[in-house]
Antibody
Framework: EVQLVQSGAAVKKPGATMKISCRVS????????MHWVYQAPGKRPEWMGQ????????VYAEKFQGRVSMMADTSTDTAYMELSSLTSEDTAVYYC????????????????WGQGTLLTVSS | EIQMTQSPSSLSASVGDRVTITCRAS??????LNWYQQKPGKAPKVLIY???TLQSGVPSRFSGSGSGTDFTLTITSLQPEDFATYYC?????????FGGGTKVEIK
């Protein structure tokens, strides 16, 4: 059974940095891109970026360029997403999600999701 | 960035009803369109990928169609467990983008 287990909820102050982990099991970590998606309360999901765990190559959404960093530790089958310079607009649930096909293109779908990590940014 | 527009944003329906949700892309995305169902407090769940392929384990009352810029998700006979929010998502290019969602409520 494929599982993606994320780290727990966090409360951060404006300007801080947060790091979320996503540990996978049930499949070969390096076979599929890992994506990060965030969803503000009552809003549509938004794609933040992706990482290829095989070689660490990343693609980030322009909205988060310069503030986001995605990493993959193949020794522990864990993906990480770090977001810096937090503001109240970053208050959201953050999901890791892997895809349904091994193709190395955007032509894919989010097949398995983590349970989500709630980040609250408040002074 | 490809903009995805869903309609309606919400609808009320009864168990057994046929429900149709539409999704329009701001440019042609071929058939690279996925549909998700999301329930409160849960992650989205894929229903349909590449416009019309039913994800394994998803009931056959769900179907998808379309290509280019216009797509449709149909639920042929709404069941109690189908009351949720539905999102389309384009996978033609990055940044991957989602529609604004359609909330299906009980009439």
């Amino acid at each position: 059974e494929v599982q993606l287990v994320q780290s727990g909820a966090a409360v951060k102050k404006p300007g801080a940095t947060m790091k979320i982990s996503c540990r996978v099991s049930g499949y070969t970590f390096t076979d599929f891109y890992m994506h990060w998606v965030y969803q503000a309360p009552g809003k549509r999901p938004e794609w933040m970026g992706q990482i290829d765990p095989e070689d660490g190559a990343t693609v980030y959404a322009e909205k988060f360029q310069g503030r986001v960093s995605m990493m993959a530790d193949t020794s522990t089958d864990t993906a990480y997403m770090e977001l810096s310079s937090l503001t109240s607009e970053d208050t959201a649930v953050y999901y890791c999600a892997t895809v349904g096909s091994t193709v190395r293109t955007p032509h894919n779908w989010f097949d398995h999701w983590g349970q989500g990590t709630l980040l609250t940014v408040s002074s | 960035e490809i903009q995805m527009t869903q309609s309606p944003s919400s609808l009320s329906a009864s168990v057994g009803d046929r429900v149709t949700i539409t999704c329009r892309a701001s440019q042609s995305i071929s058939r690279y369109l996925n549909w998700y169902q999301q329930k409160p407090g849960k992650a989205p769940k894929v229903l349909i990928y590449t416009a019309s392929t039913l994800q394994s384990g998803v009931p056959s009352r769900f179907s998808g169609s379309g290509s280019g810029t216009d797509f449709t998700l149909t639920i042929t006979s709404l069941q109690p467990e189908d009351f949720a929010t539905y999102y389309c998502q384009q996978s033609y290019n990055t940044p991957l983008t989602f529609g604004g969602g359609t909330k299906v409520e009980i009439k």
